[in-house]
């Protein structure tokens, strides 16, 4: 999807500014919709695809289901969502009722008006579905969300008249279904990883005429993909374009690539959501009297949102259940989900990238395989020289023995330089000893709870002075402190309207790439994953939004203010869930795709390595 | 925990004074020579009593380093009391006062508070700065003055608490608005006889309930 339908989509709108939520702009909103005409249909599309077609029965109908794009009152679109049978194959659709339904003439209002279909659901096969998750909260309405084998998952649905135990009776009589062991809120659809139950449910259920019907039709992913990766909900690990592709080509009742539609689907559903964010909060402080108000139904949100955050947690990576999530986390990226997280680089599968000279064959493999799931804390010493560029993956064994013998001279060279600068020289060269002043401080004061580095006259701490310095000397010019420029997520207009634009909040993450946030080990791996420069060598800006969108809702919904946010971020310290940091990062780089690479300002430091024209690193020699 | 005030604190300073090692010190009793480099700024708390009515101090420990200069300023708005720290065995760091309290002159409320505390006293065998220099320029600019060593706690706790005690009387005074949370005092809702809420409400919030 990266680069391909998303952007085909948006370049038809007029230039792009740099904000990278913009591709939420109405523009871009509409090209996007223009492209996907028939998801964007009104009511009466359907009747009239349906004419052309066979019959439908519809075997379940409830009214006043209903989506809240925007926590505000008047933000809700009410609509029917139906069951139906049409050629022997189970679909469900959702189509929101004609005109406003609320009393509210707000502006907010009328652009839901303007963008409500683009949430209509026409026909989605129900062997799309990958399962079902029912909420019932205490305090509020029952609803239930939709999870596509491909990960994507539809807006809530809010049953303001009931009806979710029909809708799930009438489910069973049709579609294999059972309760995740997991989660017993979780219905698993057409869940055929074992085959025992895969037989077993075609002695029992009644549907299975056109489940198999539907699977023959489909071939796709979650059924034949590897059961382990079925198993951990992650059936698009081959990445969300080819199942998608995949699944257009096999869909023959659509006339247009379904694929492409999908996911641009998806975009538009990402951006109506992140344009409502914003809609919501500039309406928020226009309207202060509804503040309150706002911030309680946020908070019971909140408390219900825990438990699903925990069950996703729980869904997708079963290995990790025991791990308590974050219990500051609560704000999940609704509709898209990056990959499931592998294990680390293994020794095995690292020597099978080398060619017998010990040429890395496939690089962008590799630097798949570590953004996916790391590497192996025993070949970092190794790998890690590729990752930042000090080897080439095209080098040899042989010449790679021969540059480090030369870097290693060129090292020594630099350092005695500095070395050989007596007491009454630095006295006349401020520049420099200011710069060794600054080290010597920074110095013993880095990781000195780290083994590596511990205790008094640490061997590590010096050599470790030794390389800063060298380094310092060799780039003179390299900044200590670099600023990120500009850095736009959905919550933009929120910062704006509180001063918080200037993303101070974000300043550590940037400036040390996350190094305070989590532990050694995690960092360790998580600059790894950045290092890969994979989906975007400003992968960590993703990152950064990805964190604070899942506290969109805690940071709007509690009103802070430049300090309390600013509090609150460097509270996150040691609460954020890496994994899932780095898969809703990934989503959103996946989303955005080149709009997301555009909109960042030129100049903006990428996270290491840092390419120049002429290569890695490559900097004039300045020294002196 | 409730409390009858919330004062906003500041610690300034050059890089290496001492201000996270002041901070730790207050909210934990503790002393690390080794502190980890402050990145933008740091957070802590603690409750006080002045006049028999608790007091909740945030405290935001900022870097000192040059680089973060431009960052470190967006802090002081809202500061009701900033620690202005130099190392008294550093003379450079002396010498930068000037250029931190012209920072604090631009960017922080005119009212607040301002204590200079010449730090590591401990280690007055390596001094640079007399006990009188600190002293004078103190005088000379209307800060409150003391040498404290975060390594032994000398005078540590008096420095914040002091410096609160002068936030206090300025509320008793009546020269900050109340309901105008840029001063950095926010009034609690602690059992606080006539104005507990306090938003409403000027300078009588806090000057009359015993």
Redesign the interface.
Same mark, same amino acid.
């Given at each position: 999807m990266r680069g391909g339908d998303a952007a085909a989509a948006a370049e038809e709108g007029p230039p792009r500014s740099p904000d990278l939520c913009d591709f939420s702009d109405d523009s871009d909103y509409a090209a996007a919709a223009a492209a996907s005409d028939h998801t964007a249909m009104r009511t009466d599309s359907v009747d009239r695809g349906l004419d052309e077609t066979a019959r439908i029965d519809v075997i379940y109908e409830k009214e006043r289901v209903t989506i809240h794009p925007t926590q505000y009152g008047s933000g809700r679109i009410s609509g029917k969502l139906r069951l139906f049978l049409q050629q022997g194959s189970l679909f469900l659709s959702w189509e929101p009722n004609e005109g406003a339904d609320s009393l509210s003439t707000s502006s907010i209002s009328v652009e839901i008006e303007k963008y409500r279909n683009l949430y209509t659901i026409k026909a989605l096969p129900l062997s799309d579905v990958r399962f079902i998750r029912r909420h019932t909260p205490t305090f509020g309405l029952d609803y239930i969300i939709i999870v596509l084998s491909s990960g994507l998952a539809f807006p809530p649905f809010y049953f303001y008249n009931g009806g979710i135990r029909e809708l799930f009776a009438t489910l069973k009589q049709h579609v294999f279904i059972i309760r995740s062991d997991d989660d017993p809120n979780v219905f698993l659809v057409n869940d055929f990883q074992d085959p025992l139950q895969k037989s077993l449910s075609s002695l029992e259920l009644p549907g299975v005429a056109s489940m198999a019907n539907a699977m023959s039709r489909q071939n796709s992913l979650s059924f034949t993909g590897s059961v382990d990766e079925t198993r951990h909900g992650a059936e698009d690990r081959h990445g969300g374009a080819s199942s998608m592709s995949q699944y257009g080509s096999k869909q023959k009742h659509k006339s247009n690539d379904p694929g492409r539609d999908l996911s641009i689907q998806v975009l538009e559903k990402f951006s109506l959501v992140t344009k409502f964010a914003r809609d919501t909060t500039s309406s928020l402080f226009r309207d202060n009297s509804g503040a309150h108000a706002y911030g309680r139904q946020q908070h019971e949100y909140l408390l219900d949102n825990k438990a699903s955050d925990k069950h996703k947690n729980q869904y997708i990576t079963p290995e990790k259940a025991s791990i308590p999530s974050a219990p500051l986390e609560s704000d999940p990226l609704p509709l898209v989900w990056g990959k499931q997280r592998d294990h680390p680089l293994t020794v095995e599968e690292w020597t099978a990238f080398l060619d017998p000279e010990g040429r890395v064959m496939d690089s962008k493999a590799l630097r798949k395989k570590v953004f996916y799931g790391g590497v192996d804390h025993v070949l970092r010493k190794e790998v890690w020289k590729f990752l930042l560029g000090y080897h080439e993956y095209d080098s040899t064994d042989a010449e790679r023995e021969y540059l480090a013998a030369i870097k290693r001279a060129e090292y020594e060279a630099i350092k005695s330089q500095w070395k050989s600068i007596s007491a009454t020289q630095a006295k006349r060269f401020t520049k420099f000893r200011e710069r060794k002043g600054l080290i010597d401080k920074d110095v013993v004061r880095t990781d000195r709870s780290v083994s590596y580095y511990e205790g008094d006259d640490n061997r590590n701490v010096v050599v470790l002075r030794d390389i800063l310095l060298t380094y310092s000397f060799y780039n003179f010019d390299l900044g200590y402190c670099q600023l990120v420029e500009l850095l736009d997520p959905p919550l933009h207009n929120y910062f704006r309207q509180n001063d918080c634009l200037n993303y101070f909040f974000c300043f550590r993450w940037v400036l040390i790439q996350f190094k305070r946030e989590f532990s050694f080990d995690q960092i360790m791996l998580l600059w790894e994953v950045l290092w890969t420069h994979y989906l975007s060598e400003h992968f960590h800006l993703y990152l950064c939004v990805a964190i604070l969108k899942r506290y969109r809702q805690r940071i709007i919904g509690e009103q802070m203010d430049f300090d309390t946010l600013l509090k609150f971020i460097n509270e996150l310290s040691g609460q954020i869930n890496l994994d899932r940091a780095i898969q809703d990062a990934e989503a959103l780089c996946t989303i955005a795709g080149e709009n997301g690479a555009s909109c960042i300002p030129p100049g903006t430091p990428p996270s290491m390595p840092i390419e120049t024209d002429g290569g890695l690193y490559v900097q004039e020699d300045e020294v002196l | 925990m409730s409390y009858a005030y919330l004062f906003?604190y500041i610690i300034i300073g050059d890089?290496?004074v001492g201000k996270s090692c002041l901070l730790l010190q207050f909210t934990d009793k503790r002393f690390r020579s &080794?502190? &980890?480099?402050t990145?933008?700024?740091?957070?802590g708390a603690r409750m006080i009593t002045i006049d028999n009515k608790p007091i909740k101090l945030q405290i935001w420990d900022t870097a000192g380093?040059e +680089?973060?200069r +431009?960052?470190t300023r +967006?802090?002081y708005?809202?500061a009701a009391g900033a620690l202005l720290v130099y190392d008294i065995t550093r003379r450079e760091t002396f010498n930068h006062l000037a250029s931190w309290l012209e920072d604090a002159r631009q960017h922080a409320n005119a009212n607040m508070t301002v204590m200079l505390i010449g730090n590591k006293c401990d280690l007055s065998h390596r001094r640079a700065v007399s006990y009188e220099e600190g002293e004078q320029f103190a005088k000379e600019h209307g800060l409150v003055f003391m040498e404290a060593s975060a390594k032994t706690a000398q005078n540590v706790e008096e420095a914040f608490i002091k410096t609160a005690g002068t936030i206090y009387k300025k509320i008793q005074d009546g020269i900050f608005d109340l309901s105008n949370e840029s001063n950095g005092i926010k009034p609690g809702y602690t059992v606080h006889n006539s104005s507990g809420g306090g938003a409403g409400s000027s300078s009588q919030a806090g000057g009359c309930c015993s």
């Open positions: - | 906003k890089t290496g &080794d502190h &980890d480099l990145i933008g700024v740091e957070f380093q +680089s973060f +431009s960052i +967006s802090y708005r809202g």
